[in-house]
Every structure is written in structure tokens, then in C-alpha cells.
């Protein structure tokens, strides 16, 4: 057997591993596992989102890298990548808690799917009230006002 085929046999063997040691683990919790849909995500248009950062109803969140938010984000946005440790959404679930707001998130365009995995994070994380601006960063460049 050649190297390549080793090693891919080995990455699969790791991975149905882990596969099963999840699904193992989930059956055993006392509380189940929380099962989100896209029925439980809203999604907000640029109208909806510029008037949310003027009125200051809503946190705002951007799910891209570090690296690409400090290249530019829509206003008061925070950074909050998909990726982010569990700590990470357990602060936000701690500032919901303690002011209620709508949560936006927003990442690089329509096909990405950063914003929709940290929206479902947040929503099993238990928030409430959260919308993705499907369109993200790229839509938001293009109609933006500048001052």
C-alpha cells in the first residue's frame, strides 16, 4: 500500500472515530441534543440592517476572520468569527442576557456560510432573536452611504 493510500485510510479511520464518539456522547446527555433549523434564523436586507446600525437596536456581528474584519466591516459590527471558542459565544450569550437586542450576523457574501454557523451557534447557545444580512460584507460595500 503507497503512502497516500495509508494515509487516507488512517484520516478516514479518524474520522468515523470521531464521528461515533459524537454521536455516542449526544445520546448520553441528560439534556439531549438541540436541534436548529433554518426556520429558527430570520434574515434582515440592506434597509433593514442600515436602519438597525442607526436606531442602535442591534448587535451587530461579523463572522469573518480577524484579519479580513480589520481590512473593513459595516459600523459598530463586532467581530466574531464562526470559528470562535465556545467561551467566545458564552460572552454573548451573557450580554444578551443582560440587554436583550437583535443579533445580526454578517460575513463575506450570499455563499458564505460563516454567518449561518455562528446564527446557529448562537441560537443553540440559547439567543434569541437572531438574523443573518445574507448579503454580508460584499452587498453592504456597494450600497453603504459614505460620508
Known amino acids: 500500500m503507497n503512502i497516500a493510500a495509508k494515509n487516507l485510510l488512517q484520516a478516514s479511520a479518524i474520522m468515523l472515530c470521531a464521528f461515533f464518539t459524537g454521536q455516542l456522547v449526544n445520546s448520553t446527555r441528560a439534556e439531549g441534543t438541540t436541534q436548529v433549523t433554518d426556520q429558527s434564523i430570520k434574515y434582515v436586507g440592506f434597509n433593514e440592517l442600515n436602519e438597525a446600525i442607526a436606531t442602535g437596536d442591534s448587535l451587530i456581528l461579523d463572522a469573518r476572520s480577524v484579519m479580513t474584519f ?4 459595516i459600523p459598530t459590527a463586532v467581530n466574531l468569527p464562526a470559528q470562535s471558542p465556545a467561551t467566545d459565544i458564552q ?13 445580526i450576523v454578517y460575513c463575506s457574501d450570499a455563499n458564505c456560510n460563516d454567518s449561518h454557523a455562528l446564527a446557529l451557534r448562537l441560537t443553540q447557545a440559547g439567543v434569541e432573536n437572531v438574523h443573518i444580512y445574507k448579503e454580508g460584507w460584499e452587498e453592504w460595500e456597494i450600497l453603504a452611504p459614505t460620508n
Open 70 to 73: 480589520n481590512k473593513g466591516h
Open 91 to 103: 460572552q454573548v450569550v451573557n450580554r444578551m442576557k443582560q440587554t436583550p437586542k437583535r443579533v
